[in-house]
């Protein structure tokens, strides 16, 4: 069936910082990919998307790409913040009427 | 516009009593579903609905959970009778299907602590 691995975490950087997130899927068809975010104490919300092969979602400096050949779809931000301390959750939908998750992404921006 | 309202945001109950979580969707949304997260086994699908109808109940743990949507525009998911290990944040979420390339909106979750 679907699926999405992404990396384990926590991942800690320092302020300013590069950060990538690794996600890599399986699905059959042509999926739409998402990440979200959640805040402590908050709902997931959605981050950016891409929905077919070679898309790039964009979002408040986050960026990932929709990499079909590699079924990858890696969140990267060029410089952190400590605000941008959250847990990151790739994500994917497909004709089975259903989003899949990934386990979630623990991230710590210290000042 | 507003966006997915869960309520209540927190409950603290007795283990053996019934809990009712209420979710109220994006209005126009198609789709509603309920998730569970934990520490130990993080987002977990409990069951989704389609135009109110259930369509996938395979992730409700057992027979004391139970969801329903009368309409459109409200959908409970109850406990009964609840027990310490129910305690997690539920969050209810809703989307337009659209083939597949809408994402989700979730409301703030519920926390509920069973005692």
């Known amino acids: 069936g679907d699926s999405v691995t992404q990396m384990e975490g926590p991942v800690t950087l320092s302020e300013e910082a590069f950060l990538t997130i690794n996600c890599t899927y399986t699905?059959?068809?042509?999926?739409?990919l998402f990440w979200y975010v959640q805040y402590p104490g908050e709902g997931l919300q959605l981050l950016l998307k891409a929905t077919k092969a070679d898309d790039k979602g964009s979002n408040k400096g986050f960026e990932a790409t929709y990499r079909k050949e590699t079924t990858s779809f890696h969140l990267e931000k060029g410089s952190v913040q400590v605000s941008d301390s959250a847990v990151y959750f790739c994500a994917l939908s497909s004709g089975t009427y259903k989003y899949i998750f990934g386990t979630g992404t623990r991230l710590k921006v210290l000042a | 516009d507003a966006g997915v309202i869960q309520s209540p945001r927190h409950e603290v109950t007795e283990m053996g009593q019934e809990v009712t979580l209420r979710c109220k969707p994006i209005s126009g949304h198609d789709y509603l579903f309920w998730y569970r997260q934990t520490m130990m086994r993080g987002l977990e699908l409990l069951i989704y609905?389609?135009?109110?109808?259930?369509?996938?109940d395979s992730g409700m743990p057992e027979d004391r959970f139970s969801a329903k949507m009368p309409n459109a525009s409200f959908s409970t998911l109850k406990i009964q009778p609840s027990e310490p290990r129910d305690s997690a944040v539920y969050f209810c979420a809703s989307s337009l299907w659209q083939g597949g390339n809408q994402p989700q909106h979730f409301g703030d979750g519920t926390r509920l602590s069973i005692l």
């Open positions: 609905f389609n135009n109110n109808v259930p369509i996938d």
């Open positions: 699905a059959t068809g042509y999926p739409s």
